[in-house]
């Protein structure tokens, strides 16, 4: 295969009956331990939206700012949770913590993820967590709460900071994500980089921290029965964080890392891509096979699956 074919953007078949009835596009990057470029699939030098895949470097700016959480607390902070019980009580005891209750929060109203959950309200929006920590850094450093998620107030230029210095690279553009905070726009390429530096830093930096909560605490970071936590359970010592529109970022204990980026958004595709990402890198694991395939309903049973090419 030559290097332009190795760079042509994946093709995920959707199968329904053996026939192929959709196709998604694909960008995914991996490196080995070393860093060095193993599967390069799509433009993934041009800037992209990582959306929830930052969080990690989110939470980074944030201890690096006075942040003081620990654990499945701060594997919270990082997380895109489903709402389930022991989440929003993560919420609100980062909250109380720092004096707060959840009428401090920004991020819109919304009904959680986990579907036998039925109330709505902020503290139920799958970043409640990140924002709850937001809010924490805040008192710590004295600084106004209202204006939190205005680009120009100080944790936020903070964070914008660790996201350039982490990914090598000036933020291409800022947006507003889904929560209202500011969004950077960086390449697949610095993210994938900015990934290996959690667990390649020191024992007791707070990159460290952050890698260790996150792959110790998989289900504070999702949910109990959402992909990444099963990858992550899968698959001890890797972390691995998603993002909307279908983006996923993750790396390995040993600095093998990687990030894929469905070019329709379209979410269905993205843990079967990231599968095949984990694989190239000679990560897998039995329970990884289901994941892999995905599932086609017909009349509420399989009747397909969803093939990487």
Not at 81 to 87: D, K, Q
Not at 90 to 100: C, D, H, M, S, T
Not at 170 to 193: E, H, I, N, Q, W
Not at 258 to 285: F, M, N, Q, Y
Request: aromatic share 6%.
């Amino acid at each position: 295969m030559s290097k332009g074919e190795r760079e042509m953007s994946l093709i995920v078949e959707v199968v329904r009956s053996g026939f192929v009835e959709s196709t998604h596009q694909a960008r995914m990057l991996t490196v080995d331990a070393a860093g060095r470029p193993v599967e390069t699939r799509g433009a993934v030098h041009v800037p992209a939206s990582p959306r929830s895949s930052m969080k990690p470097l989110q939470a980074l700016g944030m201890l690096r700012s006075g942040l003081r959480l620990e654990g499945e607390l701060l594997a919270l902070a990082c997380a895109s949770h489903s709402g389930e019980p022991f989440h929003v009580d993560g919420v609100r005891k980062i909250l109380a913590g720092a004096g707060l209750d959840e009428s401090a929060l920004q991020c819109p109203e919304d009904y959680p993820f986990d579907r036998a959950a039925t109330e709505r309200g902020r503290v139920y929006m799958n970043c409640s967590g990140k924002h709850s920590a937001m809010l924490a850094t805040c008192v710590a450093n004295d600084w106004p709460l209202s204006t939190y998620l205005e680009p120009a107030h100080p944790l936020q230029r903070a964070i914008r900071q660790t996201v350039e210095e982490l990914t090598g690279e000036r933020v291409a553009a800022s947006g507003v994500d889904g929560c209202g905070a500011p969004l950077f726009y960086v390449s697949m390429l610095g993210v994938t980089k900015a990934f290996r530096a959690f667990p390649m830093s020191s024992e007791d930096s707070y990159e460290r921290k952050i890698f260790d909560a996150m792959r110790t605490y998989p289900e504070w970071t999702s949910g109990t029965d959402r992909a990444e936590a099963k990858l992550m359970r899968a698959l001890p010592g890797l972390m691995l964080k998603a993002g909307a529109e279908a983006f996923d970022a993750f790396v390995f204990e040993d600095g093998r890392a990687g990030t894929v980026k469905i070019e329709d958004g379209g979410t269905r595709a993205r843990v079967p891509v990231t599968v095949a990402a984990l694989r190239s890198l000679g990560l897998d694991a039995p329970e990884l096979a289901e994941l892999a395939a995905g599932t086609v309903l017909g009349g509420g049973r399989p009747v397909g699956e969803l093939r990487v090419r």
